[in-house]
T-cell receptor, first 117, second 112 residues
């Protein structure tokens, strides 16, 4: 079984600054995917960024980037130029590769990020 | 936005009563999932379906059952609701070979 741990229950950052959210995971799988989801107060789950474990290059989506360390089983999210709209709960999630595993996610506990003006 | 609709969006029910939550999709995706979200636990998988009449248990399936008689509908039933089932429930869908799961808006269920 997989486990995902987010050790920061809450984080805060000033608008325009950079913040990093931490995530560690445990698995015996070699092929898998890692995700960061954003959940604003509206409760909608929004995919922020996705990383494929077999790709060494860190994924980037505009102001969002990850630091994927496969050997250390670490997957942190960096948000640059933080905006007020980034205020949300952020979830790290793991998914095994292949077959009926698609969509079967193991989530971390979540980190509440507050961006202050 | 992916076409996923959960109903109802909010429900308050009494302990011991049966409750059914509905997830409806218009994407014709093969896979459908029910998760529950609780503070300190993130989201946890309850049940999932990989086709009509094909379902299986997830991590926290005790006290829940599901049915999928049509591709577009996935029902979650609490046979006899308990206070520990007070939670926010999310439906998600995923296509064949698609690594992205799309989530519904969630249903807040309170069992009193």
């Amino acid at each position: 079984a997989q486990t995902v741990t987010q050790s920061q229950p809450e984080m805060s950052v000033q608008e325009a600054e950079t913040v990093t959210l931490s995530c560690t995971y445990d698995t015996s799988e070699n092929n898998y995917y890692l995700f960061w989801y954003k959940q604003p107060p509206s409760r909608q789950m929004i995919l922020v960024i996705r990383q494929e474990a077999y790709k060494q290059q860190n994924a980037t989506e505009n102001r969002f980037s990850v630091n994927f360390q496969k050997a250390a089983k670490s997957f942190s999210l960096k948000i640059s130029d933080s905006q007020l709209g980034d205020t949300a709960m952020y979830f790290c999630a793991f998914m095994k590769h292949g077959g009926t595993s698609y969509g079967k996610l193991t989530f971390g506990q979540g980190t509440i990020l507050t961006v202050h003006p | 936005d992916a076409g996923i609709t959960q109903s109802p969006r909010h429900k308050v029910t009494e302990t011991g009563t049966p409750v059914t939550l509905r997830c409806h999709q218009t994407e014709n995706h093969r896979y459908m999932y029910w998760y529950r979200q609780d503070p300190g636990h993130g989201l946890r998988l309850i049940h999932y379906s990989y086709g009509v009449k094909d379902t299986d248990k997830g991590e926290v399936s005790d006290g829940y059952s599901v049915s999928r008689s049509k591709t577009e509908d996935f029902l979650l039933t609490l046979e006899s609701a308990t206070s520990s089932q007070t939670s926010v429930y999310f439906c998600a869908i995923s296509g064949q070979g698609n690594t992205e799961a799309f989530f519904g808006q969630g249903t807040r269920l309170t069992v009193v």
